[in-house]
């Protein structure tokens, strides 16, 4: 078993999307082990995605992600990684395989209801920014 980070993003819980992508996720067979509600600052978005930095698209995924609650979460599988990318599909909902969560929920490739890492290492990083020690200790097992 191994752990990843999912945010369900502004658009996904602006248009009461978030309970119907959990429960597709829990579904698919991960297990939620830590989860919560936050508004992210711009500071936070920016530092967040501080790897997107010179894309032109940083401005609006800062602002988009800025823009509502996210219901960042610790999802865990056997390789969760890659099978979280595998659940919710492409970046871009309009190439994203029948039955992820970008095919049914995403209206676009900035509005795409769903955030997942990209890898092992980042998943660590990321799973840090939003849970502490505690948070992870308390939801283990
Ligand atoms: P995410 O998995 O959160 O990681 C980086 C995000 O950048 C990505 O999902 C998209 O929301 C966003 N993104 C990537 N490409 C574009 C694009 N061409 N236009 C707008 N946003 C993009």
Same mark, same amino acid.
């Given at each position: 078993m191994?752990?990843?980070l999912?945010i369900?993003?502004?658009?996904a819980?602006g248009? !009461?999307?978030a309970g ?5 996720l829990?579904?698919k067979?991960f297990t ?6 936050t ?6 978005? !920016?530092e ?5 930095a ?17 219901i960042?979460?610790?999802?865990e599988?056997?390789?969760?990684v ?5 659940a919710?599909?492409?970046t ?6 029948d ?15 769903i ?14 920014f ?5 948070d992870?200790?308390t939801t283990? !097992?």
């Open positions: 191994s752990q990843t999912a369900i993003k502004p658009d819980t248009n !009461g999307k119907k992508i959990l429960a597709l829990e579904e067979g939620v082990k830590a989860l919560r509600m508004r992210l600052s711009e500071a936070q978005a !920016g967040f995605y501080a790897v997107h010179e894309r032109p698209f940083y401005g609006e995924l800062v602002e988009f992600m800025t823009s509502g609650p996210c960042p979460m610790v999802l599988a056997d390789d969760a890659p099978a979280l990318r595998d919710i599909g492409a871009d909902p309009a190439e994203a395989a039955g992820t969560v970008r095919k049914l929920y995403a209206e676009s490739k900035g509005r795409n209801a955030h997942a890492s990209d890898s092992d290492e980042n998943a660590a990083r990321e799973i840090a939003f849970f502490s020690e505690s992870r200790i283990a !097992g």
